[in-house]
């Protein structure tokens, strides 16, 4: 079923890395969820009616509060697709983002909203009439709601988005709420003791840690998250790969919606290679990485000598130095300023966030060791922190 709607209502829907297509697949999933909730609604307000329930009802308010969230996702799909504009240069990609978390508070809300209700039903109890009819009702809303909990996963899979799949999430939470409602009901017409606030308020607290959840899932990419460990590899691999680079650091990976990357990064070239050919291979690089991976690249230029062989001595001796410290740290751009009276050893050294030493402190762990080569050796020392994790720098 998922597959007929794909190939009815997106073309070309295999090529999941189109805007276009993605913004296809956001619109179905809206249409789709405003459509079979509002079935539902219409579903579980007859059952309600019919048996004076009033949980089934507000399930049934539940469903129209979730075609208000399609809503939601059916607008944020449709602003995310806008191109660039002079307000917002990266795009509108990150809508995508907020929209996972309206819906994600819509989640946590009910949540608190069945404990109250729940916990209600528990202290003052009501009866409600059971017939099997209604149970039939019930079963068709979460056989419904069960294919779009499933569609959602599907979609949102396919074109990775976190707000198709805080829909999924909150669609599985209602076959739970609505499932609850019906086991409660059989329970209360076949035991005589109205389970129906028991079993809503444990359904409840499970619905509220999963919209917390998602709330945390959703809030950490527009906060700004470290790249994946497989962009960084692919990234690193790639530039690596063009002869004239020595080495690379101070990769930064900015994400503005799925598939929207923007980064910068440090390329070590030897300091005697022609800065024409040098600024021709930069070129190069950021044209290829746009053209084959979609990511607008910005690289800065570092000389660094290759073929002296004193400073290539320091810079070992200075390196174990910093790694008999930790195997953690990393240094780069070395250089050395020889003088009269004193020589400078400058470098930065890459540190990660929640090092055991604080910056200051590192420094002049860092610069006492140098002095114990030569009393005459001044550290010079620039602190880089780290933004690609469990990465070693070249």
């Not at 597959?3 to 073309?11: A, H, R």
């Not at 129209?64 to 240069?89: M, N, Q, R, W, Y």
């Not at 692919?234 to 900015?254: A, P, Q």
């Not at 001796?317 to 790694?323: A, H, L, P, T, Y």
């Amino acid at each position: 079923m998922t597959k007929l709607l794909l190939k009815l209502f997106v073309k070309d829907y295999t090529n999941t890395s189109s805007d276009h297509v993605r913004q296809a697949y956001g619109m179905l999933s809206g249409i789709t969820g405003i459509v079979v909730n509002i079935i539902l609604f219409i579903i579980k307000i007859v059952a309600g009616t019919l048996t004076g329930s009033i949980s089934i009802t507000a399930d049934a308010v539940n469903n129209l509060s979730d075609s208000g969230s399609s809503i939601v996702t059916l607008i944020s799909f449709k602003i995310s697709g806008k191109p660039a504009d002079e307000k917002h240069p990266y795009g509108h990609a990150r809508m995508e983002y907020i929209s996972g978390l309206i819906v994600s508070v819509i989640v946590m809300f009910l949540g608190l909203e069945l404990i109250r209700d729940s916990v209600g039903k528990i202290i003052d109890p009501q009866s409600a009439a059971f017939s099997w009819t209604v149970a039939a009702l019930l079963v068709v809303s979460i056989l419904l709601k069960l294919w779009l909990c499933l569609f959602y996963s599907k979609l949102g899979n396919m074109i990775a988005s976190d707000a198709i799949k805080a829909s999924a999430a909150d669609s599985r939470n209602d076959i739970l709420s609505t499932g609850a409602v019906l086991a409660a009901a059989i329970l209360s017409k076949v035991t005589g003791f109205n389970t129906d606030g028991y079993m809503g308020t444990v359904v409840a607290l499970f619905i509220l840690v999963s919209g917390i959840k998602l709330i945390s899932d959703t809030v950490s990419p527009l906060l700004g998250m470290a790249p994946s460990r497989d962009i960084v590899d692919s990234i690193y691999k790639k530039i690596l790969s063009y002869d004239g680079i020595s080495g690379i650091h101070d990769l930064t990976v900015h994400n503005y919606g799925v598939d929207k990357y923007f980064a910068s990064v440090h390329c070590e070239v030897p300091a005697d290679q022609d800065i024409m050919i040098s600024h021709d291979i930069i070129d190069n690089i950021e044209r290829d990485f746009l053209k084959d991976m979609g990511i607008h690249l910005v690289i800065h230029l570092d000389p660094v000598i290759t073929d002296n062989e004193e400073i290539n001595n320091l810079k070992q001796e200075v390196s174990k130095i910093v790694r008999s410290i930790s195997d953690e740290l990393n240094i780069h751009d070395f250089r050395a300023v020889f003088g009269v009276t004193h020589s400078n050893l400058i470098f930065d050294v890459v540190v990660p966030f929640g090092f055991k030493y604080s910056d200051e402190k590192l420094v002049d762990i860092i610069s006492e060791k140098i002095s114990h080569i030569d009393k005459n050796y001044r550290a010079v020392i620039t602190v880089d922190h780290n933004y690609v994790p469990d990465f070693t720098q070249s």
